[in-house]
């Protein structure tokens, strides 16, 4: 059986909009589609009559996003699951058998702050692609744009977003922003000696990340652009009025041990668009 789409369902204004992205990729892709609902019963008093209470919320909400799905996309297999935990411990681990994680944008806050975004709690932990959709951002959008660095993350984002854009027809983007180096360090130095060669290292980063497109995605057209602004705000502005954002988990600059790099982090803070994220794809050693 191919691996199915998850959705990670809850009760934010987002999750009808998660639900009828995730459908339509599916009717696109052949796929099943498994609604996912967790009953985090961390904090939950003993009373049985209590947690009954919960997970009858928790049924009729799934329910209701079958219904949506339903009305959707209705020849796409749709199954509901119910887990007990966390949000992020579901789907990690029905991320080790999907094709790809999809989740509403929804926030939770507190008084006086707000409270780390669920998105980027799922983001960090899932072992597949997340597609994170927010509210009103179907409608409208043409091209997907990917965010490039030179990292292998990086290059096999483009992969992805190249294979997304030829299958829906759109113009692919990829975008590589680097902010310049501060006027101390330009100061004093010889014209076209720093600043040209730091320039022309990024535009060989750009073509290289782009290179073998062509010859893979013939009927594909492909924009490279440079930009000196810091990457999130690049990428999110360039995103405004796109179809998808693609990025890598992780870029050249990340530290390893981090699951999410502060790229990914701060796009998906500041969400302009429906945005995959993109998880590493390592060969495995025959031996």
């Not at 094709?99 to 806050?109: F, Q």
């Not at 030179?150 to 990829?174: K, N």
Request: charged share 20%; hydrophobic share 45%; net charge neutral.
């Amino acid at each position: 059986m191919k691996e199915p789409i998850v959705v990670g369902i809850n009760d934010s204004g987002a999750n009808e909009a998660a639900v009828t992205w995730a459908m339509h990729r599916a009717a696109a892709l052949k796929l099943p589609v498994d609604l996912v609902h967790a009953v985090d019963d961390r904090w939950m008093a003993e009373s049985f009559a209590y947690n009954e209470m919960a997970n009858k919320a928790a049924t009729e909400l799934l329910i209701k996003a079958k219904a949506h799905a339903a009305g959707v996309e209705p020849t796409i297999d749709v199954r509901t699951v119910l887990i007990s935990g966390t949000a992020g411990y579901a789907l990690r681990k029905r991320s080790k058998k999907a094709s790809l994680v999809v989740i509403g944008s929804g926030t939770h806050v507190r008084p006086g702050g707000r409270l780390t975004d669920r998105a980027l709690q799922i983001a960090s932990v899932a072992l597949c692609p997340v597609a994170v959709v927010g509210e009103d951002q179907l409608n409208n959008r043409h091209g997907v744009i990917v965010g490039v660095d030179g990292s292998e993350e990086s290059t096999q984002a483009v992969s992805f977003a190249a294979a997304e854009a030829d299958r829906e027809g759109q113009e692919l983007t990829i975008l590589h922003a680097y902010p310049m180096p501060g006027a101390w360090l330009q100061k004093g130095l010889a014209e076209g000696s720093f600043v040209e060669q730091f320039m022309e290292e990024e535009r060989m980063v750009l073509a290289e990340t782009a290179a073998g497109l062509a010859d893979r995605y013939p009927d594909l057209v492909v924009h490279k652009v440079l930009a000196t602004d810091p990457p999130a705000q690049a990428l999110v502005e360039a995103a405004s009025k796109a179809q998808l954002l693609v990025l890598g988990s992780r870029g050249g600059g990340g530290i390893k041990r981090l699951l999410l790099g502060s790229t990914a982090h701060a796009v998906l803070a500041q969400l302009a668009c429906p945005t995959i994220i993109t998880r590493i794809h390592r060969v495995k050693n025959s031996k």
